[in-house]
């Protein structure tokens, strides 16, 4: 079984833009420029933009969309198929019980986990944990892999990493050469580096987790009032499906952390609202609410997923990292 997997990744790796039919060197080296360099951007595009994008006739757009169609096998698979594909799902471990519980075992790959809550409520506590824990083996939680991190609002502390991985006593500058991290200073350079992240698995760099830390602090800088409101999401809409694809046809997990804003209407209860309206949630696999709580614990909420109830845990950030119990 497992070479049988490794033909079918050899050969979908073999398989190029130039192979399609009407699509050259120049042209699938235009197609990369512009984020379109793997044969699932082709294939679901739709004609007019391919055309538009490559300067091509809308015919032959058509035929490289569906001879990329047909290579990819996209269409209906019986359930069972898709059973398989979900055995080979990672779960990352966040160094807490209670919290891998709530998760169903950990942050998945495939999917779009999202943290959101006030300051100081765990949200980057949390993704140098997981930046760290992605690199342990899968027995112990990881997933034999590397991080990469697109840091918008310069939260990314090495210092941190070395105090987590003393714990767990892993080598920290190993660790920290496995982590590759970016400073986004504008939506335009955010959406840019994740592009950049299909170069380095290309280049055969075993990634399994990219955090993005947060996700919407440079779209609400930028996009300012309600006339602005539309092409904001709009924009943010495309910059999630972009992440979409990335975990699924590499099998990566997205982290991001989103800010919050307080919904002046809500008379009663916790007035704490995500930012990014209805497109981010819908976006995001599993939507996490992260609050502090009782002296120095915090309080993590399931508050959407597709296969987990709704309910709380309690977890614990120390020196070490995260944990169940106060240290």
């Given at each position: 079984?497992?070479?049988?997997?490794?033909?079918?990744?050899?050969?979908?790796?073999?398989?190029?833009?130039?192979?399609?039919?009407?699509?050259?060197?120049?042209?699938?080296?235009?197609?990369?420029?512009?984020?379109?360099?793997?044969?699932?951007?082709?294939?679901v595009m739709n004609p007019a933009d391919l055309s538009s994008l490559a300067?091509?006739?809308?015919?032959?757009?058509?035929?490289?969309?569906?001879?990329?169609?047909?290579?990819l096998k996209l269409e209906f698979e019986d359930a069972t198929q898709f059973?398989?594909?979900?055995?080979?799902?990672?779960?990352?471990?966040?160094?807490?019980?209670?919290?891998?519980?709530?998760?169903?075992?950990?942050?998945?790959?495939?999917?779009?986990?999202?943290?959101?809550?006030?300051?100081?409520?765990?949200?980057?506590?949390?993704?140098?944990?997981?930046?760290?824990?992605?690199?342990?083996?899968?027995?112990?939680?990881?997933?034999?892999?590397?991080?990469?991190?697109?840091?918008?609002?310069?939260?990314?502390?090495?210092?941190?990493?070395?105090?987590?991985?003393?714990?767990?006593?892993?080598?920290?500058?190993?660790?920290?050469?496995?982590?590759?991290?970016?400073?986004?200073f504008n939506s335009d350079h955010q959406i840019l580096l994740v592009d950049?992240?299909?170069?380095?698995?290309?280049?055969?760099?075993?990634?399994?987790?990219?955090?993005?830390?947060?996700?919407?602090?440079?779209?609400?800088?930028?996009?300012?009032?309600?006339?602005?409101?539309?092409?904001?999401?709009?924009?943010?809409?495309?910059?999630?499906?972009?992440?979409?694809?990335?975990?699924?046809?590499?099998?990566?997990?997205?982290?991001?952390?989103?800010?919050?804003?307080?919904?002046?209407?809500?008379?009663?209860?916790?007035?704490?609202?995500?930012?990014?309206?209805?497109?981010?949630?819908?976006?995001?696999?599993?939507?996490?609410?992260?609050?502090?709580?009782?002296?120095?614990?915090?309080?993590?909420?399931?508050?959407?997923?597709?296969?987990?109830?709704?309910?709380?845990?309690?977890?614990?950030?120390?020196?070490?990292?995260?944990?169940?119990?106060?240290?």
């Amino acid at each position: 079984m497992a070479k049988e997997k490794e033909k079918e990744n050899v050969a979908e790796e073999e398989v190029k833009l130039t192979d399609l039919p009407g699509i050259g060197p120049t042209t699938a080296a235009k197609l990369d420029e512009a984020g379109y360099g793997d044969l699932m951007s082709i294939a679901v595009m739709n004609p007019a933009d391919l055309s538009s994008l490559a300067d091509l006739t809308e015919t032959t757009a058509r035929k490289a969309i569906i001879a990329a169609r047909k290579m990819l096998k996209l269409e209906f698979e019986d359930a069972t198929q898709f059973l398989k594909k979900r055995q080979e799902v990672i779960k990352i471990t966040t160094s807490s019980q209670n919290f891998n519980n709530l998760l169903g075992g950990g942050v998945e790959t495939r999917a779009i986990t999202e943290a959101y809550g006030a300051f100081g409520s765990g949200k980057s506590q949390l993704a140098h944990q997981l930046a760290v824990n992605v690199q342990l083996p899968v027995e112990k939680g990881g997933a034999n892999g590397k991080a990469i991190w697109i840091d918008t609002e310069g939260t990314f502390r090495p210092e941190r990493i070395k105090q987590m991985c003393e714990a767990k006593g892993l080598d920290y500058e190993k660790t920290l050469k496995n982590i590759f991290v970016a400073r986004a200073f504008n939506s335009d350079h955010q959406i840019l580096l994740v592009d950049k992240v299909k170069e380095l698995i290309k280049n055969g760099e075993p990634i399994r987790i990219l955090i993005v830390d947060s996700i919407t602090a440079h779209f609400r800088a930028e996009f300012a009032g309600r006339g602005q409101l539309a092409d904001r999401q709009q924009r943010i809409n495309k910059h999630l499906h972009n992440l979409m694809r990335l975990s699924e046809a590499y099998n990566l997990a997205v982290y991001i952390t989103n800010q919050v804003m307080s919904d002046p209407s809500m008379m009663f209860g916790d007035p704490t609202k995500a930012i990014g309206g209805h497109i981010l949630g819908h976006a995001s696999t599993y939507r996490i609410y992260l609050r502090k709580g009782k002296k120095d614990a915090r309080v993590a909420k399931m508050v959407d997923s597709p296969n987990l109830p709704e309910s709380e845990c309690i977890f614990f950030i120390s020196e070490k990292g995260l944990g169940d119990e106060e240290i």
